[in-house]
């Protein structure tokens, strides 16, 4: 009896087949188009929003300051502007892996100038109120969802802990966090076939999801089983805890000129993070085939306008040409510079001199780009809220903070009716007690009398008083002050009042998300340490703008730890402590980055961390 060949082995074999031939050029393409992204296209969109900043009148933004420069005209068209201009790069890229690989799978290939000349045929797919969707689909939903379709100009994307840490921490928030990943898993599996039907099809955004959303209604679940097993191999691989490292202190998120430092000091991690680089990409595009391969087994109609090959040539070549010409002009400028030097005869008499000096200059500026000011401070563990030892806030998690050998436990004030400060983080005490009842509508003995819990965990609402008392001598303190609008008297007088009266200055640290708080304290209360705690920024933070902020450390949220951020920190003498991190890996990342302390939920975990990599650094 003659068998029949099973038509979805046949694509998997055909698929398999075509990314063995097609990985070379294409793996080629995907690191010359990272490198792009990474030194040129990112920095240019940097500097259009820094620009923007400049116009708006700030070097860099921090906090509700954000918001205040996306409403300025700068700000709106500097926004629109590097969108465009990122969702193109990000629609390029896709339409030359996919253009190549349905080429090739097709039996018809074309080489990889052929398949970037031909992606521009395409973009007639973005012409339409649709881009607007592929924008969040590409540069929002793909980097979240980071299942290997993220493009190189925006690779990752996550939720700030700050919202999604506070969410967790309560059941609803919990059940609301599920439901927004599960909507956007389905989202992402409803759009599967959105790029390739944008880019073979030349089907708009709004076209490409309908269509995307019925083939996978009408597929058989057995045609998708390799791409299921594909995307699996890459949540075991690469997604938390992941068995592949893909955070490397150092050499993710930073520059070039960090690189090259890591380079000679850290070769190790650079070799692990260009491996791990490698197999990425080289998954990136085995998904892409098996989409491609998924999309013509389902029906997927392809409609590509190759009469406008000669055309785009044309185009191309007129561009070079003007580029060259570019090019010569500055060159033909540059030996006339050059000539006009050499026959002087100042040079002709100095010019072992001059040569020497150029030397040390070029140096000098070398050494200034990978040098960067060492943390010189002592590292420190903080317990966020106390600790989750008790519940949040409460002197249980206070002592929990203690018994984990933290240098300071973290605490949050709000006054209360009657003006007490007392310790708490939410105005309103729904989340903690069960009661919809606000901090500024109870005095603090009514507060006292409220019983919060978490995490099958009981406890009291204390007063700042209450709380220095219990601390003294176990533990410092690092004070945030919050507002909630309803104050009667000043949070910043009513704090420094209480910790006066308790000759606790030398044991506490102050802080605020509140620059106008801050502000005041530096103002009234020079002798005080005070910090600026910071969830967001926008622009590059430099030496100038970090020390106009006059304040002595900085609180940076988790996705802000950057290498070249903490080095500017650190060069303007400002210590930075980092919020709120709960996994070992990262706590060691932040270190290595410079960070001076760790606010974490999980002190008796940072101990061990600090305390090993104050080992390390001392061997």
């Given at each position: 009896?003659?068998?029949?060949?099973?038509?979805?082995?046949?694509?998997?074999?055909?698929?398999?087949?075509?990314?063995?031939?097609?990985?070379?050029?294409?793996?080629?393409?995907?690191?010359?188009?990272?490198?792009?992204?990474?030194?040129?296209?990112?920095?240019?969109?940097?500097?259009?929003?820094?620009?923007?900043?400049?116009?708006?009148?700030?070097?860099?933004?921090?906090?509700?300051?954000?918001?205040?420069?996306?409403?300025?005209?700068?700000?709106?068209?500097?926004?629109?502007?590097?969108c465009?201009?990122?969702?193109?790069?990000?629609?390029?890229?896709?339409?030359?892996?996919?253009?190549?690989?349905?080429?090739?799978?097709?039996?018809?290939?074309?080489?990889?100038?052929?398949?970037?000349?031909?992606?521009?045929?395409?973009?007639?797919?973005?012409?339409?109120?649709?881009?607007?969707?592929?924008?969040?689909?590409?540069?929002?939903?793909?980097?979240?969802?980071?299942?290997?379709f993220?493009?190189?100009?925006?690779?990752?994307?996550e939720?700030?802990?700050?919202?999604?840490?506070?969410?967790?921490?309560?059941?609803?928030?919990?059940?609301?966090?599920?439901?927004?990943?599960?909507?956007?898993?389905?989202?992402?599996?409803?759009?599967?076939?959105?790029l390739?039907?944008?880019?073979?099809?030349?089907?708009?955004?709004?076209?490409?999801?309908?269509?995307?959303?019925?083939?996978?209604?009408?597929?058989?679940?057995?045609?998708?089983?390799?791409?299921?097993v594909?995307?699996?191999?890459?949540?075991?691989?690469?997604l938390?805890?992941?068995?592949?490292p893909?955070?490397?202190?150092?050499?993710?998120?930073?520059s070039?000129?960090?690189?090259?430092?890591?380079?000679?000091?850290?070769?190790?991690?650079?070799?692990?993070?260009?491996?791990?680089?490698?197999?990425?990409?080289?998954?990136?595009?085995?998904?892409?085939?098996?989409?491609?391969?998924?999309?013509?087994?389902?029906?997927?109609?392809?409609?590509?306008?190759?009469?406008?090959?000669?055309?785009?040539?044309?185009?191309?070549?007129?561009?070079?040409?003007?580029?060259?010409?570019?090019?010569?002009?500055?060159?033909?400028?540059?030996?006339?510079?050059?000539?006009?030097?050499?026959?002087?005869?100042?040079?002709?008499?100095?010019?072992?001199?001059?040569?020497?000096?150029?030397?040390?200059?070029?140096?000098?500026?070398?050494?200034?780009?990978?040098?960067?000011?060492?943390?010189?401070?002592?590292?420190?563990?903080?317990?966020?809220?106390?600790?989750?030892?008790?519940?949040?806030?409460?002197?249980?998690?206070?002592?929990?903070?203690?018994?984990?050998?933290?240098?300071?436990?973290?605490?949050?004030?709000?006054?209360?009716?009657?003006?007490?400060?007392?310790?708490?983080?939410?105005?309103?005490?729904?989340?903690?007690?069960?009661?919809?009842?606000?901090?500024?509508?109870?005095?603090?003995?009514?507060?006292?009398?409220?019983?919060?819990?978490?995490?099958?965990?009981?406890?009291?609402?204390?007063?700042l008083?209450?709380?220095?008392?219990?601390?003294?001598?176990?533990i410092?303190?690092?004070?945030?002050?919050?507002?909630?609008?309803?104050?009667?008297?000043?949070?910043?007088?009513?704090?420094?009042?209480?910790?006066?009266?308790?000759?606790?200055?030398?044991?506490?640290?102050?802080?605020?998300?509140?620059?106008?708080?801050?502000?005041?304290?530096?103002?009234?209360?020079?002798?005080?340490?005070?910090?600026?705690?910071?969830?967001?920024?926008?622009?590059?933070?430099?030496?100038?703008?970090?020390?106009?902020?006059n304040?002595?450390?900085?609180?940076?949220?988790?996705?802000?730890?950057?290498?070249?951020f903490?080095?500017?920190?650190?060069?303007?003498?400002l210590?930075?402590?980092?919020?709120?991190?709960?996994?070992?890996?990262?706590?060691?990342?932040?270190?290595?980055?410079?960070?001076?302390?760790?606010?974490?939920?999980?002190?008796?975990?940072?101990?061990?961390?600090?305390?090993?990599?104050?080992?390390?650094?001392?061997?």
């Amino acid at each position: 009896m003659k068998q029949l060949k099973s038509p979805v082995l046949t694509m998997i074999g055909t698929a398999l087949l075509s990314f063995i031939r097609i990985l070379p050029p294409l793996l080629f393409f995907e690191i010359i188009y990272k490198l792009l992204c990474t030194l040129i296209f990112s920095p240019l969109l940097s500097a259009i929003m820094q620009g923007a900043l400049s116009l708006s009148g700030y070097e860099v933004a921090f906090n509700n300051e954000i918001a205040g420069f996306y409403t300025t005209i700068p700000g709106i068209i500097s926004a629109i502007v590097i969108c465009v201009l990122a969702g193109f790069l990000a629609y390029f890229e896709y339409a030359v892996l996919i253009l190549m690989i349905y080429y090739r799978y097709t039996g018809n290939p074309v080489s990889l100038a052929d398949s970037m000349k031909m992606a521009l045929t395409t973009f007639k797919s973005l012409a339409s109120p649709g881009f607007i969707g592929f924008l969040f689909y590409s540069l929002g939903l793909l980097p979240l969802i980071n299942l290997g379709f993220a493009p190189s100009i925006r690779p990752e994307g996550e939720i700030p802990n700050f919202i999604s840490g506070e969410l967790y921490k309560s059941f609803f928030g919990s059940v609301l966090m599920v439901v927004f990943y599960v909507i956007m898993y389905l989202l992402f599996f409803c759009a599967i076939f959105v790029l390739p039907s944008m880019v073979l099809r030349r089907r708009k955004f709004g076209n490409a999801f309908r269509f995307s959303l019925s083939l996978l209604l009408s597929m058989k679940l057995k045609n998708a089983i390799a791409i299921i097993v594909l995307f699996l191999l890459w949540c075991v691989l690469f997604l938390y805890p992941g068995i592949v490292p893909t955070y490397y202190a150092g050499i993710s998120d930073a520059s070039l000129a960090e690189i090259l430092g890591n380079f000679f000091f850290s070769w190790k991690s650079l070799l692990q993070f260009l491996l791990t680089e490698g197999l990425q990409i080289c998954l990136t595009i085995l998904l892409f085939t098996f989409l491609v391969a998924l999309y013509g087994i389902c029906g997927g109609r392809v409609s590509l306008n190759e009469q406008a090959m000669p055309t785009i040539e044309r185009r191309l070549k007129k561009t070079q040409g003007f580029a060259f010409k570019i090019y010569n002009g500055f060159r033909f400028l540059g030996q006339k510079i050059a000539s006009w030097v050499q026959r002087r005869a100042f040079y002709q008499k100095h010019k072992r001199p001059i040569w020497a000096i150029s030397g040390i200059l070029l140096f000098l500026v070398v050494f200034g780009i990978l040098h960067y000011q060492p943390n010189t401070y002592d590292h420190v563990v903080v317990g966020h809220r106390g600790s989750a030892y008790g519940v949040e806030n409460t002197l249980e998690a206070v002592q929990g903070a203690i018994d984990a050998k933290a240098d300071y436990a973290e605490i949050d004030i709000l006054l209360s009716k009657d003006g007490v400060p007392v310790v708490i983080h939410d105005e309103n005490l729904k989340r903690l007690s069960g009661e919809n009842v606000n901090v500024y509508d109870l005095t603090a003995a009514q507060l006292s009398k409220i019983s919060l819990s978490q995490n099958d965990m009981t406890g009291k609402i204390s007063t700042l008083n209450e709380v220095i008392d219990y601390s003294r001598g176990k533990i410092d303190l690092l004070i945030e002050l919050k507002l909630h609008g309803h104050e009667k008297k000043s949070l910043v007088d009513e704090v420094v009042k209480v910790v006066e009266q308790n000759h606790f200055q030398r044991n506490c640290e102050i802080m605020s998300l509140e620059y106008s708080l801050v502000e005041e304290l530096k103002t009234n209360y020079p002798e005080y340490t005070v910090g600026y705690c910071v969830y967001g920024n926008l622009g590059q933070a430099r030496l100038n703008s970090l020390r106009q902020l006059n304040v002595d450390f900085l609180i940076i949220e988790e996705s802000m730890a950057s290498n070249s951020f903490i080095a500017q920190c650190n060069q303007a003498w400002l210590p930075v402590y980092i919020w709120t991190v709960n996994q070992q890996q990262t706590m060691e990342s932040c270190l290595k980055m410079g960070a001076s302390g760790i606010i974490t939920d999980k002190p008796k975990d940072a101990r061990k961390v600090v305390n090993a990599f104050i080992r390390e650094s001392m061997q």
